[in-house]
């Protein structure tokens, strides 16, 4: 989808909608090729950054690191360079003609789950379309809604913004 490779850079703050209900908040910063970071609100152990290699997950309370490639995660469609969304891509109807709803999923991968992406109207934005929220759906029906709000396009990101601090001890020999 050319809107959203026209991203080059991206901040937003967002808001995580669990199936629960339960909210977190946090500041979203997106680079291309491939490089997310979810920083969460204060108090929140967890972090979630993309290298643009892999999509890391970062719990420091438990202390636990989950990798994944990029290819391989919920927000593959989203992040990854090489794949093209347009092969994975179902255009959802809406009722409203400034909103696009596009549904990914893979269906040679659906441990991947489905990536519901919400596009608004929007002269300012790259591709005259604003990435506004998506959904993620896993295979076990677990909905994870990620509402953007106060996105800004085109800004510096500095070089250290995609890596992190493993929590994990460090085994000395």
């Given at each position: 989808m050319a809107a959203l490779r026209a991203i080059s850079s991206m901040r937003a703050d967002f808001v995580q909608t669990?199936?629960?209900?339960q909210r977190l908040t946090g500041t979203l910063t997106l680079q291309r090729p491939?490089?997310?970071?979810f920083?969460?609100?204060?108090g929140v152990p967890l972090?979630?950054?993309s290298d643009g290699a892999a999509l890391t997950v970062i719990d420091y309370e438990v202390r636990q690191v989950s990798r994944w490639p990029i290819r391989?995660?919920?927000l593959g469609a989203l992040l990854n360079p090489d794949k093209d969304v347009?092969?994975?891509?179902?255009?959802?109807?809406?009722t409203n003609p400034d909103v696009l709803s596009l549904e990914i999923k893979d269906p040679r991968h659906p441990e991947y789950g489905t990536l519901t992406l919400i596009m608004v109207r929007k002269p300012g934005a790259p591709g005259g379309l604003q990435l506004d929220s998506w959904v993620a759906l896993d295979l076990q029906n677990?909905?994870?809604t990620i509402c953007l709000?106060?996105?800004?396009?085109g800004v510096p990101v500095p070089a250290n913004m995609f890596r992190y601090n493993d929590p994990r001890p460090q085994i000395r020999h």
């Open positions: 669990d199936r629960n209900g491939g490089k997310i970071r920083q969460y609100q204060p972090l979630i950054v391989n995660s919920p347009a092969r994975y891509a179902r255009l959802l109807p809406t677990q909905r994870t709000s106060n996105q800004q396009y």
